[in-house]
């Protein structure tokens, strides 16, 4: 069955850089992509980014644009979201996302939290 399961999470002091990766299983990750996307507590769900099946195009949400970055390994069935210039707001559970024979799987989330 398709799996996603992130990792990389943690507490990270304002201006500092995180690294999400996800590792997905149960389908051919290379056709699909994939997405980010993150929810802050008392808030929404939001995307936050995107990469197409052969790690290009991308986009991003505005907030994001310049500081983070999708990327993907489609050796290792592993999507990325390198995240620079932290800022409190941030803070929020991270989703990676994608949809797969017209059904969409989220994993299960990793915490960011970006404070002093």
């Known amino acids: 069955q398709v799996q996603l399961v992130e990792s990389g999470g943690g507490l990270v002091q304002p201006g500092g850089s995180l690294r999400l990766s996800c590792a997905a299983s149960?389908?051919?990750?290379?056709?699909?992509?994939m997405n980010w996307y993150r929810q802050a507590p008392g808030k929404e769900r939001e995307f936050v980014a995107r990469?197409?099946?052969?790690?290009?195009?991308?986009n991003y949400a505005d907030s994001m644009k310049g500081r983070f970055s999708i990327s993907r390994d489609n050796n290792k069935n592993t999507v990325y979201l390198q995240m620079n210039s932290l800022k409190p707001e941030d803070t929020a559970v991270y989703y990676c996302?994608?949809?797969?024979?017209?059904?969409?799987?989220w994993g299960q989330g990793t915490q960011v939290t970006v404070s002093s």
């Open positions: 149960g389908f051919p990750f290379s056709n699909y992509a």
């Open positions: 990469i197409s099946f052969a790690g290009g195009p991308t």
């Open positions: 996302q994608t949809q797969v024979w017209g059904i969409d799987y």
